[in-house]
């Protein structure tokens, strides 16, 4: 018999985090999360998104063993911004069983109308800000750093169950290993050379000053996006508690114009190459497996970059891409994944393609209007 309960006990969040072990035990390229910070990400009072966020995690059971799993999410800065009344599901896993994703799928429609929610979209893990998005595919290769994964036949049964598409989004990639075409070269030096432009990397001695100008940025470039949900200064403040360990200076550079910031990029070692033999433990030898994996890293994400509005038609997303391949090459990586892009953002596809990017991975938002009880 299928039931499917609320996790209301710290083993019962054991058993939500350890389900995907049982999914992913024959897939060679799912990279299993650090299991501290997905504990820290799932509590509440613990990571700050769920300082204006609200949560229930759901188990499926057959017979007493876990067969599925999934999260609720009512995130109200999200809606108070967006003026909407969206939750979101994410940190799905389930067994190829269509019953199991109907039943944990009605949870979430019920703690959706519990919370005056009229959609659900997902998968958000726990929000757009994070891991978010249904791999459609391929599946041939581990994903990129801070990227999310899943079985090739996920989206099969969430379609299965009336959930269609809202929006997809794009991860590019190309190759950093060879020198930039001299034509590219040329763009980017004109509009390197406009008098008032000034670029640097980001300054690791004052990672604080340069954070803010981070945010800034981002709470101006990303505001009319159809994903956008503003970030609290504490929720800066974990960003970079989680990327201060894995950040190279030579991936983030930021531009200013006229001594105001302009627009900014952040890439990441992929340090999933790294992870991915770990199974989520650091210790008791983890440590030293990762430290010695991780100089085999030879490839890195462009994890965001933004342009402030009032600086659009300057050039500058061509200047920050050059400037982190650059990096990139100087790092001794081959290549880098531009992720993720919305499927209808020209503004940012067209100097990635100048760059000989292509798409290499699709991922899908979903969304399902929420039934009457």
């Known amino acids: 018999m299928l039931t499917v309960r609320a996790v209301e006990s710290g083993r019962d969040l054991e058993r939500f985090i350890r389900f995907a072990y049982r999914v992913y035990r024959d897939d060679p390229n799912w990279v299993a999360p650090l299991l501290g910070d997905l504990r820290h990400a799932l509590t509440p009072g613990r990571h700050p998104f769920w300082s204006h966020a609200e949560r229930a995690l759901f188990l499926a059971e057959r017979d007493g063993r876990v067969v599925g799993r999934v999260a609720a999410i009512d995130d109200r800065n999200y809606n108070s911004f967006h003026e909407s009344s969206i939750g979101f599901f994410g940190f799905f896993e389930t067994e190829k069983d269509q019953e199991v994703v109907d039943a944990l799928l009605d949870a979430v429609y019920g703690f959706c109308r519990e919370h005056g929610l009229a959609t659900v979209y997902g998968p958000a893990n726990p929000s757009m800000n994070d891991e978010s998005g249904m791999l459609l595919g391929p599946h041939d290769m581990p994903p990129y750093v801070k990227m999310s994964y899943n079985p090739p036949w996920y989206p099969a049964l969430v379609e299965a169950a009336g959930f269609t598409k809202v929006k997809d989004l794009l991860a590019f990639v190309a190759r950093v290993d060879q020198p930039v075409p001299a034509k590219i070269e040329r763009v980017v030096r004109m509009y390197r050379d406009q008098p008032g432009l000034e670029m640097r990397r980001v300054d690791m001695a004052h990672l604080e000053r340069d954070l803010g100008y981070v945010k800034e940025i981002y709470n101006d470039a990303w505001s009319r996006n159809w994903d956008f949900a503003p970030m609290t200064g504490e929720e800066i403040d974990e960003l970079a508690r989680q990327v201060k360990p894995i950040l190279k200076p030579e991936l983030c550079p930021i531009v200013f114009y006229r001594g105001e910031p302009a627009g900014m ?91 000989g990017a292509r798409v290499h991975k699709t991922y899908r938002v979903y969304q399902h209007p929420v039934p009457a009880a």
């Open 265 to 355: 990029a952040v890439g990441l070692p992929d340090y999933n190459q790294a992870l991915i033999g770990l199974r989520g433990h650091l210790y008791p030898f983890g440590w030293l497996k990762f430290l010695l994996a991780r100089r085999r890293i030879d490839r890195a994400r462009v994890w965001a970059l933004g342009i402030r509005r009032k600086f659009h038609g300057l050039g500058l997303g061509s200047l920050l891409y050059h400037q982190s391949a650059v990096g990139a090459r100087q790092l001794g990586y081959r290549e880098a994944e531009m992720s993720w892009i919305l499927e209808d953002n020209e503004a940012i596809i067209r100097p990635i393609m100048l760059f």
